[in-house]
């Protein structure tokens, strides 16, 4: 469905729950007239309704003034409404003039996107709330937003979110929504056919521009020369401009100084990786709007990948539907418990970080007491080496935040009864024994600074 199709059935269909309860219609007309009808074209002034039948086109011919007070009073604007038959109006839309057509060309906005299904976190909270900011009030806080932040954290989602709000409650207000990279390819391609004062005129009527990844533009002068115009154009007339990088401005490489100094001009915003609540949140919503049934699921499990696979969303998402994949089609049992997820993940090379930073406590904790990181795992009971390997223990829990069952695994094999066990005795310690405390001070230092 294109964005103006969209836009088209989302208001025909807030008019028609109107009409429905309008006393002077009544459910039985309403359900044999009126449900088959469509709105096939809008402008300033006037709307058309299209119906299959002629009896249904002369029932809703009687209720014109009714259906335009319906749209109008949506709309916050007077429209005229006429009627047609499916057949007429389709015979007479393949002569439409240039300016219909251009009025049907898709906005790019990304339906799937929106602030409802965004969700909100330390980490992206900021660029949410001036997001919604424009969304609410298009260029009256901030022209231009400009959004960075690394990939994958749901720029282009909250970008699209924007467009999305927007043509839901002021359908009026033009909207786009374009890459760098296809407006470099469109600048190019009007070059080239000559009409790239007609595609100039386009994005200088626009309210609401949306540019995505604005990095590519880079060392693409003329396009930087378009752009520069048309953002002033927008931005003088109060129209919202939104942006976004992989990188703050002044970072993007190869980009003139005046786009620079006008993208810095308005509000810029990052965003981060989701810390652990954020990441658990969103899976359990990406379960929830997948039908899965989460409590299938075992606790440490999701926390295993929120801890594991948040450095970017994309890869939070994808490590979920590995497991699920995993889970379907390879695993004998319903529930999905550590050992599947250890599965499911084993060779991927995803958890690298995990290994790397268990590996590190080790290699710390071991070095600080002069033993290797084999005696850490090994079955020795000896008190310094038990000590090194609680404290050891006690670590992956606290900076990682691993399972204990995952932590027993890394530590010769043990159960997580024995883990828990540890960083509780751990834990009493260091609220005990003074000389102790400095000690896992001093390695957790270590730890921070390698
Ligand atoms: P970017 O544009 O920053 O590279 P995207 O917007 O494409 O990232 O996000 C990647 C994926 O993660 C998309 O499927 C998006 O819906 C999802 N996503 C990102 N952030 C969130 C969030 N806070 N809540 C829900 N889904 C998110
Ligand atoms: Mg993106």
Known sequence: ???????????????????????????????????????????????IISVPTNLQKMILSQKLTLIGNVLSSILQHNVDCEVHLDQEY????????????????????????SFDNFIVGPSNKEAHSAALACAYTPGKFYTPLFIYGNSGLGKTHLLN?????????????????????????????????????????????LDVLLMDDIQFIAGKEKSHEVF?????????????????????????????????????????????????????????????????????????????????FSKDVRKL???????????????????????????AFKGTGSSDKN??????????????????????????????IATARHIAMYFSRKMLDLPFSKIGDEFGKRDHSTVMNACEKVDRFLKTDMNYKQAVMEMEKLLSNN
Do not use: C
């Open 317 to 343: 998402e994808g490590a979920l539907n590995r497991l699920l994949f995993y889970s379907i089609n390879f695993s004998g049992s319903e529930r999905i418990d550590f050992k599947v997820a250890l599965a």
């Open 161 to 205: 979110s924007i467009g999305n709000y927007i043509k839901q409650n002021d359908p009026h207000k033009k909207v786009f929504y374009t890459s760098s990279t296809d407006f470099v390819t469109a600048v190019v391609n009007s070059i080239k056919d000559n009409s790239i004062e007609k595609f100039k005129n386009k994005m200088n009527h």
């Open 355 to 384: 290994e790397l930073s268990v590996n590190k406590i080790k290699r710390v904790v071991a070095d600080y007491y002069g033993l290797t990181k084999q005696q850490l795992t090994s079955n020795t009971r000896t008190k310094n």
């Open 90 to 113: 389709f015979k007479a839309s393949s002569q439409v003039d240039e300016i219909e057509e251009e009025m049907i060309e898709d906005d790019h906005v990304m339906p799937e996107y």
């Open 228 to 308: 520069f115009n048309i953002f002033n154009e927008l931005v003088n007339n109060k129209k919202q401009i939104v942006l976004t990088s992989d990188r703050n401005p002044s970072e993007i490489k190869g980009l003139e100084d005046r786009l620079i100094s006008r993208f810095s001009s308005g509000l810029s915003v990052g965003m981060d990786s989701p810390e652990f609540e954020t990441a658990l949140a969103i899976l359990k919503f990406r379960l929830e709007y997948q039908a899965v049934d989460a409590s299938m699921i075992d606790d440490d499990v999701l926390s295993y990948i929120a801890t594991n």
């Open 1 to 47: 469905m294109t964005g103006v199709e969209y836009f088209y059935n989302d208001l025909w269909s807030k008019a028609k729950n109107r009409l429905k309860d309008d006393s002077s219609i009544g459910k039985l007309v309403y359900e044999t007239y009126f449900e088959e009808s469509n709105l096939v074209f809008l402008n300033e002034e006037k709307a």
